[in-house]
């Protein structure tokens, strides 16, 4: 499925997610994310052995809320299925390139302090495909002058 371009380019100004996940069939668990995509997934990075890591490998669908960065009653809602997991360097230096583009600066440490010597956990991304993308962008809405 293809992403729409005014999601791409929310997601390029740092736009923020809302990912729920299964707990089980009663509960769900929902974190607000950083998100990025590469071609038509979406791409969530993570800590390797959180709950919600666990909540993917036994069910791997999912929904992603983005919000757009600065029009508060624009979103997509993004229903899907994490197809692969990446749990190598690359996620870790994937987190790198996020919290970059979000905080600029290397994710939990100063720069020039390495991975190993901040003793951060390994990340992994999460590629989730989309099975379907509901747009609800929206004019911003206007309050009453009072």
């Keep these: 499925m ?8 929310a997601i390029d100004n740092n736009a923020f997610c809302a990912i729920a996940t299964n707990i089980d069939d009663n509960i769900i668990q929902n974190h607000l994310m950083w998100v990025d995509y590469k071609e038509n997934k979406i791409l969530i990075n993570t800590e390797q052995g959180r709950k919600k890591t666990e909540n993917i490998r036994i069910n791997p669908n999912l929904t992603v809320v983005i919000f757009h960065p600065s029009e508060m009653y624009s979103s997509w809602e993004i229903r899907g299925v994490v197809e692969n997991i990446i749990d190598n360097v690359s996620a870790n230096d994937h987190i790198d390139y996020l919290s970059n583009r979000y905080t600029s600066k290397p994710y939990r440490r100063d720069p020039g302090v390495s991975w190993n010597e901040a003793k951060i956990k390994a990340r992994e991304i999460w590629e989730v495909n989309p099975d379907k993308v509901i747009s609800m962008v929206r004019p911003q809405a206007k309050s009453d002058p009072e």
């Design 2 to 9: 293809q992403l729409p371009s005014e999601l791409k380019l």
